[in-house]
């Protein structure tokens, strides 16, 4: 009776090591295949150009032109909408060195009519914002400065309380 229950307990013991290596081999195979999967798919990433805003050497690297030019400190989000919806690739950097900082615009497009069409744009937005800079016409904060002291300077009303007795 006892070598028969050995037997049945050795025989349980193997049945389930070999059930067990066979889950680890199912899942080593299953991690190798998504392993040699995410390898395509990086692959693929990095052949497909980066589109809009990137580094200066992600933008150098593409092979083709590319073109610079300084641009303000107000002007870079003005240049980022413009250059975005004209699909030309550039990449921004900031000269610290100078005071104040330079911003230099690296710019590239397959076709030259987009990359005149923005700087046209841009060129148009800034003489606007200079134009409407140079008017005589205060900020609004120094409005607001002026108002809070003449209100500061009004004399105040002194409320008097009086207590009436009740009856």
């Known amino acids: 009776m006892e070598e028969e229950v050995s037997k049945k307990t050795v025989n349980l013991a193997w049945q389930t ?43 150098v690297g593409q092979g083709q032109g590319v073109s610079s030019m300084e641009i303000g ?4 989000r003005d240049f980022k909408r413009i250059a975005n919806k004209y699909g030309v690739d550039f990449a921004i950097t900031k000269d610290k060195t100078v005071d104040p900082p330079k911003y230099t615009v690296f710019f590239k497009a397959k076709d030259a009519d987009a990359i005149t069409s923005v700087l046209k744009e841009y060129a148009a937005k800034q003489t606007k914002r200079k134009k409407s800079m140079e008017k005589d016409r205060p900020s609004i904060l120094q409005k607001l400065k002026k108002f809070k002291e003449l209100v500061a300077n009004l004399p105040h009303k002194a409320k008097e309380k009086i207590k009436e007795p009740e009856r």
């Open 73 to 76: 400190d107000s002007g870079i």
């Open 17 to 59: 090591t070999k059930l067990s290596v066979r889950g680890i081999y199912k899942y080593v195979k299953a991690y190798l295949e998504q392993l040699e999967k995410d390898k395509v798919k990086r692959k693929a990433a990095k052949n497909t150009p980066i589109k809009g805003k990137q580094t200066v050497k992600q933008l």
